[in-house]
């Protein structure tokens, strides 16, 4: 979600000593699992992940102030003995340098940052995760919870993972008024991808920048792109292709239509001309100065960019004719967080997760912009009409697609981004899908 920092959470009466979570990505998605210390003592650390717009000045009680007090809140409730937790930000340019000074020396933290699906699942598997389901049990959250939510916290037939909020990694955002003024007066919410290709055409032929897209971290794309490949292949054969199942490479027949229909959209001039330079927020920055007519990234673009300056609407990803996967399938990525196992400090974090994921809470921390992982939250009272569409896109029955740097390994998901961009830049599909297969060889050899 845009720029990233992280929220460190550690005993007030203790100095300010960093355990050891999973490193960051680009994107602030999960590299690696938790590793755990040589057994020293372990600190009482909760690990959360904000972003730096959340934080500025003029929104009201920022998310960071938030935090604080819902933390606050857990710790006056503490029985005695326990250690309260105390607050600290740690901006993500600093995350690896942090990590690298303290990963030998601190053990498991309460609580840890996460994304669901392959580096939840590998925790699990390696034993670095409590089982919270009886938490899950005594709170209610098996009845309180949307089914996404709920999929996502379960690994086997135990609940590890706590949901913090829900994102759709992948909207197609635009702007209303820019399409009419340029003489595209069909709602985007009936496009096909054919109906998308011809209006980025017509608007680069009128020098009008169809879709904002900032790749230099290679994920906006990637996901973009993802997305189009399990439409078009379905996804059964992205999950197993992704998953480097035997038998599988991406330089596969279905995987290169997939990567064609990406290069139809970069051959008629729909992506911005800095596409491979420009970030993320430089592309929605482009995009809301009413730069762009539409702009691929997630849901969080109205949270984390308040107030916005223009009308912004969202659709999701046009369908694909001839697709074989759910044409109205979403592409969804759920923060939380997992337990550091053997920490010691597991009732002070269930008691912040209990706080967290009260009602009332949840009431606040919708009005952030953030989808609650709570039935019959939400968006909580924003009345936009992009957040019901969002709110539509991810409660209405539809196929749930992993994106790849959250539901499969970085190795993978790295070599299809790098895939996506090469044809963007004017490679061939089957030719830039080759290249991340050689890329991905040593992998498959270990079996990873």
């Not at 939510?149 to 909207?171: C, T």
């Not at 673009?301 to 044409?327: E, F, M, S, Y």
Request: glycine fraction near 10%; charged fraction near 20%.
């Amino acid at each position: 979600m845009g720029a990233k920092s992280l929220l460190r959470l550690v005993p007030g009466a203790l100095p300010v000593i960093v355990a050891a979570p999973f490193l960051l990505s680009c994107d602030g998605s999960p590299d690696q699992t938790v590793a755990t210390g040589g057994g020293k003592a372990n600190k009482a650390v909760v690990y959360t992940i904000i972003t730096d717009n959340t934080m500025k000045a003029g929104q009201n009680l920022g998310k960071k102030d938030w935090f604080i007090k819902v933390l606050e809140e857990a710790n006056a409730g503490r029985v005695a003995g326990r250690a309260p937790l105390a607050f600290e930000a740690v901006k993500e340019d600093d995350w690896h340098k942090v990590i690298s000074k303290t990963i030998k020396s601190d053990g498991a933290p309460a609580l840890y940052h996460a994304w669901s699906g392959y580096a939840v699942s590998a925790d699990v598997r390696n034993g670095l995760a409590e089982d919270l389901t009886p938490l899950f049990q005594s709170e209610k959250w098996t009845e309180r919870m949307a089914p996404s939510a709920l999929h996502a916290a379960r690994v086997g037939d135990k609940y590890y993972f706590v949901p913090q909020w829900i994102d759709i990694s992948n909207v197609l955002w635009y702007n209303p008024a820019l399409l009419k003024k340029h003489g595209v007066e069909s709602d985007p919410a009936t496009w096909t991808f054919d109906d998308l290709v011809a209006h980025c055409r017509a608007l680069a032929k009128k020098e009008v920048t169809p879709i904002a897209l900032g790749n230099k971290d290679g994920w906006v794309l990637g996901n973009f792109a993802a997305h189009l490949l399990s439409r078009s292949a379905g996804e059964g054969l992205y999950a197993d292709v992704l998953a480097l199942k035997p038998g599988t490479k991406l330089a596969n027949p279905e995987f290169v239509k997939g990567l064609g229909l990406l290069k139809q959209l970069a051959a008629v001039g729909a992506f911005s001309r800095g596409v491979a330079e420009d970030d993320a927020d430089t592309a929605i920055a482009r995009f809301l100065a009413g730069q762009a007519a539409m702009c691929a990234i997630g849901s969080w673009l109205p949270a984390d960019h308040q107030p916005i300056p223009i009308d912004v609407r969202c659709v999701n990803l046009p369908p694909v004719a001839g697709g074989k996967g759910d044409q109205k399938s979403v592409i969804l990525s759920v923060t939380g967080y997992l337990a550091g196992k053997g920490s010691g400090h597991l009732e002070g974090a269930k008691a912040f997760l209990a706080r967290f994921l009260s009602d009332e809470k949840q009431r606040e921390w919708a009005e952030y912009g953030f989808f609650s992982p709570l039935k019959g939250v939400g968006f909580g009272a924003r009345s936009e009409p992009c957040y019901a569409t969002l709110t539509r896109l991810i409660t209405e029955p539809a196929t749930v697609v992993d994106p790849p740097d959250t539901g499969y390994s970085h190795a993978v998901a790295d070599a299809l981004y790098a895939a996506a961009a090469d044809v963007v830049a004017g490679s061939e599909p089957e030719a830039a899908l080759a290249k991340a297969d050689e890329s991905l060889a040593a992998h498959r050899a270990l079996g990873e």
